[in-house]
């Protein structure tokens, strides 16, 4: 009996009193207070599972544990689940239902290298050490998987038709995991895509990311005595270090939204031998993919540039291409309205605090301020400066992805403090600021196909006509290891 009174009074609370669950001054329709609810409800297992993926924190392609906690929820909520997409064994789609609309729903769980730390404001363990969640990829793929089974849940209780899809998407750092599944054909036939990322504020998406293009330049010298007989080498190094000069002087004449980063992954073996071997990785990215050809083509004349002068073999293995996000205005406008009836994150006293020591270690140049966490923003296009392979997936069919304040505001993505929020209740209560919001999204477009037609009209627009080609070679494989025993 307690826990029906705590339901009505929760439903009570959003239907009537909406501002004091939602933070909003607007009034849900009956079936959404009553989506909200429930997931209210069932809050604190989703956030277990996001916080059992955190401590996993498996890398692009080696997600096997993480995958499969994903499937597991999925398919005892009985879904169907098809594996291995894309030649990725950690990969997988989980479908219900039947027909048209056929809604995709993205998730994600990888995590990066360097980025271990416990959840706590300040940097443990020191040093770059282990893999952490630094992107929050534990909770944008518990949170697309809740909204998945919400949405199933809905139209199993009220009879619509249509199919709900998860995709299980693995490698989305560095390994392009979306650009292996479309080639697979895993979007071919869906009407639209919904996901999301985590962020240091609440946003709908239409803004577009950064095109890029990565690979390994590697050079292959002659060894020598660097002492008795240098005369007899040709430094690999030597040709890496030429055209990192070279790529550093290209950086003044190129469009000042481009960006160009790389590292060297090996640069021989001993100070002593002239290094008959080094292996330097680069990304370039841009907004404008045709944009980014030109400039790419003049970063392989740096390389080209390096093995002239040292005499030296180039060879370059491109690894990874993403497409920038084509928005989708119709998308857009949905995902902010059901946004603002979910409303943002309010911190607790305790996150208060946890949220000031994490900002005292920040520029304090332009932060922002912690309430804006509650806030959502409106609507508004521009460029955010990174990439994504849900940008591929975009164009091919229409595709929303909204931001919600997981991080402290002020945090950037892939640093120890976003890694930190991802572990604790502040990353967790954004999570599912994004999964009702997806949840949503996803129901009104099963109930009003009307809204599914303005999607497609919105990405025909866009796309102007403009057709997708991926820039990954065809003959590109999934940079895969052999699973540890």
Not at 200 to 222: H, I, Q, S, V
Not at 225 to 239: F, I, M, Q, T
Not at 347 to 352: F, G, L, P
């Amino acid at each position: 009996m307690s826990s029906y009174l705590a339901s009505f009074f929760l439903l009570f609370l959003i239907v009537v009193h909406p501002k004091s669950v939602q933070g909003q001054n607007e009034n849900p329709p009956t079936w959404k207070a009553q989506v909200l609810a429930n997931m209210e409800q069932r809050a604190s297992h989703f956030i277990a599972l996001s916080r059992r993926i955190w401590e996993i924190a498996e890398i692009s392609f080696e997600e096997y544990q993480s995958s499969e906690l994903i499937a597991s929820e999925l398919r005892a909520a009985g879904f169907q689940i098809k594996t291995n997409i894309g030649a990725m064994p950690t990969s997988f789609i989980a479908s219900w239902g039947s027909g048209k609309p056929i809604i995709a729903i993205l998730g994600e769980y990888d995590a990066l290298p360097g980025l271990r730390q416990e959840a706590i404001p300040e940097k443990r363990p020191t040093g770059m050490l282990g893999t952490g969640h630094g992107c929050g990829h534990n909770l944008l793929g518990t949170a697309a998987a809740f909204a998945a089974i919400t949405a199933k849940e809905f139209m199993k209780a009220n009879s619509l038709g249509g199919t709900i899809r998860f995709y299980g998407c693995p490698a989305e750092e560095n390994g392009s995991g979306k650009v292996h599944m479309s080639r697979a054909g895993a979007f071919a036939d869906c009407d639209a895509a919904l996901t999301w990322h985590p962020d240091d504020r609440n946003e709908p998406g239409m803004k577009t990311t950064l095109a890029n293009e990565g690979a390994y330049f590697r050079f292959r010298g002659t060894a020598a005595h660097a002492a008795r007989a240098p005369e007899k080498g040709r430094s690999a190094l030597d040709a890496v270090m030429l055209m990192g000069h070279a790529v550093d002087m290209l950086r003044e004449h190129v469009p000042s939204e481009t960006r160009i980063h790389y590292y060297i992954s090996n640069g021989g073996v001993s100070a002593n031998i002239v290094p008959e071997f080094s292996e330097v990785r680069l990304t370039a990215r841009h907004p404008d993919a045709p944009t980014l050809d030109a400039i790419w083509k003049r970063v392989v004349k740096c390389a080209e540039a390096g093995a002239l002068a040292t005499e030296t073999k180039l060879e370059i293995e491109i690894i990874g291409a993403l497409a920038n996000v084509l928005p989708n205005d119709a998308l857009a406008r949905l995902s902010e309205s059901n946004m603002r009836l979910v409303g943002g994150v309010r911190y607790t006293q305790a996150e208060r605090e946890f949220a000031a020591k994490i900002q005292a270690l920040l520029p304090q140049d332009g932060l922002p301020d912690l309430n804006s966490a509650a806030q959502v923003f409106p609507v508004q296009e521009g460029v955010t400066f990174w990439s994504t392979d849900v940008g591929d997936v975009s164009w091919q069919i229409p595709t929303g992805e909204i931001r919600a304040a997981t991080f402290v505001p002020g945090v950037v993505p892939h640093t120890w403090q976003s890694t930190a929020c991802s572990g604790m209740s502040i990353g967790q209560k954004g999570m599912l600021v994004a999964a009702k919001t997806i949840a949503l999204t996803a129901i009104d477009l099963f109930q009003r196909p009307v809204l599914v037609g303005e999607a497609r009209q919105s990405f025909e627009k866009r796309r102007a006509g403009r057709a997708y080609s991926s820039k990954l070679p065809p003959d590109a494989k999934p940079q895969l290891k052999p699973r540890a025993n």
